[in-house]
């Protein structure tokens, strides 16, 4: 426990800005400006405070820590209560420093209702950053649920043409899912009496019990990531959201239901989530493979990257359940890799959007000549996407393909397919968009990245960079929750195989 509760802070910092924006007085323009100028600030304040917990954070020990804990409803023991550890730990500067970069990337693109657009970006920062921070079960559940609401009204409001259509599909496709996580979450309380997820991860759930109570999560958690087949709310969610909303949804709330499958799934249903590997193997190769050749034929980049989302998650979900310690640590380095390097690319399509208003590949060509430092942003981003030594997309799939060459050679082979098909549909898009002759309409005048822009392309590229040159900071500090993570898993290996010897 910590006397100072530096994850409420960050947690509920941009909800007290977003307060704050409500009370903006003035003309128009004057509340606009200011509404900006409070979210930026904010949005700063809780990414430095989120560093803190970084560099105060003991990787030696797989606890949770920055514990904080009061009485909620204690009739059916709920309390609110917050902890990071090694694994969850890394989201939250990763969210943070998103929330800043779709801050600057809104400056001028949203000109209607900004006040709103700016509470409902903070809003869903604390929802986000108090989801990867609950020990709760049930505050995890309104911390989980409560993004849909702010994410909804982004891509509803301020969405494209198909907007309501997409805001709905995108609201619906995650509530059902969640839905049957909430039974299970009552399940839980009634079998183990509590609602501690640090007391949960370590209960022994009857095994006839766990294959339910995991597929129930795997439910909510598979739309989160996406999952083929439960993953065509994804392109046109991201189509229709406005560039910030694609980087955030990229960015941090498709990696919920890796965190989940990671916090809950493994810990607490082990041996489901073994008897189940082969299940989510094929869901995965299926995923990688399929969406990479969907992914191919498109001729719309914000659908493109939005597919390549779905494949680079694959990745995720292979190397999760593969419960080794290479396989667990890509599957998470991965996550963090597919969040800055997703939401890079999506802002990379927004920034040419802006000036030409078109998405479609065939509206551009040989934009080097006219935007350099454009084409070197990109350039960098489609590189790491494509997974170059010494990008972070490279460290996270190597370790996720080592870790899964041992428990399945066949998966590996076909997972790493998805390898090449990234390197054919990213090289293609890069060609088609940057390379060739200025000849389209429009394009003979088009201005390269202003300071602003590259103050929001400057962080990624040197994240994207540092993760994939020197990543042990990054691997120290999940390394012993993961091994505890390991260790839970073979204990509950050995139990079952004990009790089907008896």
């Known amino acids: 426990m910590t006397t100072f509760p530096i994850l409420s802070v960050t947690t509920f910092l941009p909800l ?16 606009a400006r200011n509404a900006r100028w409070t979210a930026l600030w904010v949005s700063l304040i809780t990414c430095v405070v989120s560093l803190f917990i970084w560099f105060g954070f003991d990787s030696r020990t797989p606890d949770f820590q920055y514990q904080e804990e009061a009485q909620w409803i204690a009739d059916f023991g709920i309390t609110y209560r917050l902890g990071v550890d ?69 891509i509803g409001i301020w969405g494209g043409p198909r907007r309501v259509y997409s805001a709905f599909k995108f609201f619906l496709y995650t509530l059902a899912g969640s839905v049957l996580m ?5 399940a839980i ?17 009857p095994e006839s019990m766990q294959t339910w109570l995991w597929i129930a999560f795997f439910a909510s958690f598979a739309v989160k990531v996406p999952m083929w087949p439960v993953h065509t709310w994804l392109p046109d969610a991201h189509v229709e959201a406005p560039t910030a909303g694609s980087v955030i949804l990229a960015g941090v709330l498709l990696k919920f239901g890796g965190y989940g499958f990671l916090r809950f799934s493994l810990p607490m249903f082990p041996v489901a989530s073994i008897e189940l590997a082969p299940f989510v193997f094929g869901l995965s190769i299926i995923a ?41 640590q890509g599957a998470i380095v991965q996550m963090l890799s597919h969040g800055l390097v997703s939401a890079a690319l999506f802002l990379i399509v927004g920034v040419v959007y802006d000036r030409m208003h078109s998405r479609l590949i065939d509206s551009y060509g040989g934009l080097v000549s ?5 084409a070197i942003a990109f350039m960098v981003f489609m590189l790491a996407s494509v997974g170059l030594p010494g990008t972070s997309g490279f460290v ?44 389209k309409d ?52 050995g139990s079952a195989l004990a009790m089907a010897g008896r």
Request: aromatic share 12%; hydrophobic share 55%.
């Open 370 to 374: 006219r935007m350099p430092a454009y």
């Open 288 to 328: 990688v493979i399929y969406t990479s050749l969907v992914a191919l034929a498109q001729e719309d980049m914000k659908k493109l990257i939005a597919y390549s989302s779905v494949a680079h998650m694959g990745f995720v979900t292979a190397g999760t359940f593969t419960f080794t310690p290479q396989g667990l």
């Open 182 to 186: 909430l039974l299970a979450m009552l």
């Open 442 to 493: 429009g394009l003979a005048k088009i201005l390269d990245l202003s300071p602003r822009e590259i103050a929001v392309f400057a962080p990624l590229i040197l994240l994207v960079l540092w993760i994939g040159i020197y990543p042990a900071p990054v691997l120290d500090v999940m390394h012993a929750s993961v091994e505890n993570l390991i260790s839970q898993i073979d204990a509950a290996r």
């Open 189 to 205: 309380y009634s079998e183990a009496g509590t609602t501690s997820i640090p007391v949960l991860m370590t209960h022994r759930f």
């Open 86 to 154: 090694g694994i969850s730990m890394l989201f939250i500067p990763l969210t943070t420093l998103l929330t800043i970069i779709c801050v600057l990337a809104s400056w001028e693109s949203i000109t209607e209702r900004v006040r709103e657009y700016m509470v409902a970006f903070l809003a869903m920062e604390t929802m986000m950053v108090g989801m990867f921070s609950a020990l709760d079960l049930f505050l995890f559940y309104i911390f989980f649920e409560g993004t849909l609401i702010p994410m909804f009204l982004i």
């Open 396 to 439: 996270g799939e190597i370790l996720v393909l080592v870790g899964l060459y041992q428990v399945s050679p066949v998966a590996a082979a076909l997972v790493a397919t998805g390898v090449v098909l990234g390197a054919a549909y990213m090289l293609y898009l890069y060609r088609r968009i940057v390379f060739g002759k200025l000849t």
């Open 16 to 31: 007290v800005g977003a307060a704050f924006i409500l009370l903006i007085r003035g003309t128009p323009e004057e509340v």
